[in-house]
């Protein structure tokens, strides 16, 4: 079977699927992996579509994940032609939201999955609609679906616009993690000049934002940078000069290698905020979300197979990299080895976003190379 990869990737892109919203994404990925052998399963946790695609039984399964929900496109009338018209500019170059990030990768796949067969082991897709927003119906619930059922992945390449400059100059082999606290000191309003009457929450909420600043959480870790933590936000709404405000507010964000773990994280900075509220009058709270855990896969058989056919394709040397924020590969990580790849994210989220033929076309033959190099290094692993 033959399949155009920019006309897969045009007619994705045509589907105006802003997060929450499929507008049909899915089923036009559905249609062209069940043409290709493919049996589809759509798991949809609330008003999220989710799709997991598999074809054959046999071990090794190589899975390609992505999500075809799309950030908005923020002023329409800015993009030099329609964000959802898939038009194709005088330089060749595919203009539209999620050309990039990342429908273009998907079709990048797919198409390379046409062109290279049948494989000795299985190949899967696990595709999702909420990647950009929330992330709770997702990639989340669709690996704990397949953990419940027993599915065994075996290694996993996120689509996501990791390449910096050049098509194949990165792949991304971890992330950092991320904890977001909201800490409110709750006291009592009162006159400045009776303050015997009021509990001022605003030197608690310094204390505490002190202490939690003034630790090193850790001078890096293999592969990655130090971890950090940065104050977002500091609120008391407070529009008068002679009254104590009632409340303080504050929000942090740490983003972290694996040195740490959320939770680890989560009971430091609880703790921190409970003893600079030790006898104060007032109430201290903290709630936390632990958007996701740092992972890293380390460098062996399975970054070799990519790295050797991005060199083979692209004659690129790709730099194994753990830069930038989160992917819903902090998901997949419980499943399998997993690493990012897939075009160059210059123009992702921004007006006229875009990506060149050529480029689509040389993803597609990488993915290829990728496929067919990985089933010749792992083999059949069924026993």
Known sequence: MTLDVLDLARDLIRRPSVTPADAGAMDVLHRALEGMGFTCRRMKFGEIENLYARRGTARPNLCFAGHTDVVPVGD?????????????????????????????????????VAQVGETSGSLSFLITGDEEGVALDGTRKVVEALQAEGEIIDHCIVGEPSSAERLGDMIKIGRRGSVNSWITVSGKQGHVAYPHRAANPIPVLVDILSRLQARVLDDGYEGFQPSNLEVTTVDVGNTATNIIPAEAKARINIRFNPAHRGAELQAWIEGQAAEAGAGFAGRVEVTTLISG?????????????????????TGEE????????????????????????????????????????????????TYAAIIGRYFERFGDASA
């Open 76 to 112: 329409a009338a800015a993009w030099t032609s329609g964000p959802f018209a898939a038009d194709i500019n005088s330089d060749d170059v595919l203009v539209g939201r999620g050309a990039v990030d990342m429908k273009g990768s998907i079709a990048a796949f797919v198409a390379a």
């Open 293 to 313: 855990e740092a992972f890293l896969t380390r460098r062996g058989e399975f970054t070799d197979v990519v790295a050797e056919a991005i060199r083979e394709t």
């Open 318 to 365: 790709p730099d194994l990299s753990t830069t930038g924020g989160t992917s819903d590969a902090r998901f997949i990580r419980d499943l399998c080895p997993v690493l990012e790849f897939g075009l160059v994210g210059q123009t992702m989220h921004a007006v006229d976003e875009q990506v060149p033929v050529s480029q689509l076309r040389a993803l597609q033959a």
